[in-house]
C-alpha cells in the first residue's frame, strides 16, 4: 500500500477485570471512567480495583461523588509508596488485599463483592484501574517518538515526529474522551488536507 499521507488512530485497549461477573456488570455498575459514570454513582459505597498509583488516584477522585470507597488489589501486591499509603489512610479508604472471588448481583445491579476468606463486600458500583495499552505499535514501527507517559509526539498540525504521518484521539494524550477524540481527529484531517494543497496554490 502507499499513501501520501497518514493518520494514525486506532486508540488504546482497556485492561478489563479478570473477575467473576464483572463483564456482565460492565457497563451498569461496573465501569472504567470516573468522568463518564462518577456522576451516576453519587451517594453510593463504590469499589475501585487495582494495585499502583493511578488506582489511588481514582480512589480519591471518586470520593467527589462517592459515600465511601474501597480499594480492591484482588490479591496483588500494592505498588504504591508509604505517602500514598497514608493519603489514602487519611481519607478513609481502606485497602483490602483478598482476591474478590465473585460480583454478587441483583438485576443487573452490583450489590456485593465475594471476598477470598473473608465476608462479603456490600458495594454499589465497581471502577477498574488496569491499564489501557496501545491497540497496536503500528506508530513504533514507523518510528514516531513518544513521551514518558506513552503519548505519541505531535505538533499543532497533529503531525508525529515522522514526516506525512498524523495521530489522532486517544493515543495522543488525555482526556480520554470520545468527544475529544473526534476533535483531535478534525484536527488532524484539515492538517491534512491544508499539507497536500500544491505549493504554487499560496498567496
Known amino acids: 500500500l502507499h499513501s501520501r499521507r497518514i493518520i494514525l488512530a486506532y486508540g488504546l485497549s482497556d485492561n478489563l477485570p479478570d473477575v467473576d461477573g464483572a463483564l456482565v456488570l460492565y457497563g451498569r455498575s461496573v465501569f472504567h471512567c470516573p468522568d463518564c459514570d462518577g456522576p451516576s454513582c453519587t451517594g453510593k459505597r463504590i469499589g475501585v480495583l487495582g494495585w499502583d498509583r493511578g488506582a489511588a488516584l481514582l480512589s480519591l477522585y471518586l470520593l467527589t461523588w462517592a459515600e465511601s470507597v474501597v480499594l480492591f488489589t484482588n490479591g496483588n501486591e500494592l505498588e504504591l509508596k508509604k505517602k500514598a499509603r497514608q493519603v489514602l489512610e487519611r481519607y478513609n479508604i481502606p485497602i483490602r488485599t483478598e482476591r474478590i472471588v465473585r460480583l454478587r448481583s441483583h438485576n443487573d445491579c452490583l450489590i456485593a463483592a465475594e471476598l477470598e476468606l473473608a465476608q462479603p463486600l456490600p458495594l ?80
Not at 491497540?135 to 505519541?152: E, M, S, V, W
Open 124 to 203: 454499589d458500583a465497581l471502577f477498574f484501574h488496569l491499564g489501557s495499552p496501545l491497540a497496536t505499535d503500528l506508530a513504533n514501527q514507523l518510528g514516531c517518538k513518544r513521551d514518558k507517559a506513552g503519548d505519541l509526539v505531535i505538533d499543532r498540525a497533529h503531525q508525529t515526529s515522522v514526516p506525512g504521518i498524523f495521530a489522532a484521539g486517544d493515543i495522543v494524550g488525555p482526556p480520554y474522551l470520545a468527544v475529544t477524540a473526534a476533535a483531535k481527529g478534525v484536527t488532524a484531517a484539515m492538517a491534512v488536507h491544508r499539507s497536500l494543497l500544491p505549493p504554487d496554490q499560496e498567496i
